[in-house]
């Protein structure tokens, strides 16, 4: 029997792309889905749009988001999920592959335990014209990477029950961190609590950019730099920190090698200068690319991954 999964998709005023998110969701190979739309709001005719669909299919439900954004909306929608289900996060502007969905499940049947599966996006225009494929990112991933990385595009991932349910068990306090992104904090908690984690080289959606894509694309010259000005400018501490408290308080769901590693990362949230460079090092922190590695040890050496309050 093919895995029931639950689709957890996040909207507000997508009307004008949800048509064709919602018809390539219908086109799925694998049949065994439902989905679960949380609306936070939407003026623009979302609702209306989805509860068409409802009702032609019998296979969607609308609920009402906590209204605080898409990574709340997110953590949200986790806890609706019924426990055995498999998840999969779905945004409100991209186009699926029809054998999106297939691909993750033919992954996952084979893992025992805790198992998320990730893939590569096509990047495309507003019109779906497509423009070029994401980067790859071919690995080592694990928790040091996962505490100064996200690695796991959130449109392309899909959780088993059992990653589901230490995902369900740690959203309040994530929620309550005010944590800035639902992927990242997924691959720190997958990686921290070492279920599998595989990072698909396939190219399973259409990623749409639009002027309001809430993160976009991050492999042009522009993105890259403003990033990097974030890593610098105090914003990348800050969300080091959220993701620290959100991480302290469900530690309980790490291996103890890993809670040890968090508890010398939350020190070196404390640290700067050559302290900082020191522990960042000690830790083994690292980035996907040797740049980004080195910027990283940069930013510690000067002071910027210290969290504000302090």
Request: charge should be neutral; proline fraction near 4%; charged fraction near 20%.
């Amino acid at each position: 029997m093919q895995p029931q999964i639950t689709i957890l998709m996040a909207t507000y005023n997508g009307a004008r792309f949800l048509p064709a998110q919602l018809d390539s969701i219908l086109a799925q190979s694998h049949a065994n889905w439902r989905l679960i739309v949380s609306d936070d709001g939407s003026t623009d005719g979302t609702r209306d749009v989805v509860a068409d669909y409802a009702r032609k299919t019998g296979r969607i439900e609308l609920i009402d988001g906590p209204r605080r954004g898409a990574t709340a909306n997110f953590l949200h929608l986790i806890m609706q999920a019924g426990s055995q289900d498999w998840i999969a996060f779905c945004d409100q502007d991209d186009v699926w592959k029809t054998d999106k969905l297939a691909r993750g499940v033919a992954h996952l049947t084979l893992r025992n335990g805790p198992a998320v599966y990730a893939a590569r996006t096509t990047i495309c225009d507003e019109d779906l014209r497509e423009l070029t494929p994401a980067p790859h990112f071919a690995g080592p991933f694990g928790f040091r990477n996962a505490l100064v990385q996200a690695c796991l595009p959130g449109n392309t991932t899909i959780a088993n029950s059992q990653a589901l349910q230490i995902l369900q068990a740690a959203a309040p306090a994530a929620d309550t961190a005010g944590i800035v992104s639902h992927d990242w904090w997924v691959y720190q908690l997958m990686s921290g609590a070492k279920a599998d984690i595989h990072r698909d080289s396939a190219q399973v959606l259409m990623y749409r950019q639009h002027p309001r894509n809430v993160m976009g694309r991050n492999d042009t010259t522009s993105a890259q730099a403003a990033r990097a000005s974030m890593l610098f400018d105090g914003t990348f501490a800050k969300w080091l920190g959220q993701n620290q408290i959100a991480l302290e308080a469900a530690e309980d769901l790490l291996t103890s090698e890993n809670r040890q590693l968090l508890r010398r990362f939350g020190h070196l949230l404390r640290a700067s200068g050559p302290s900082a460079l020191a522990k960042a090092i000690d830790i083994g922190l690292y980035r996907q690319s040797h740049t980004g590695t080195a910027a990283i040890m940069a930013a510690a050496l000067a002071g910027r991954l210290r969290t504000p309050s302090d």
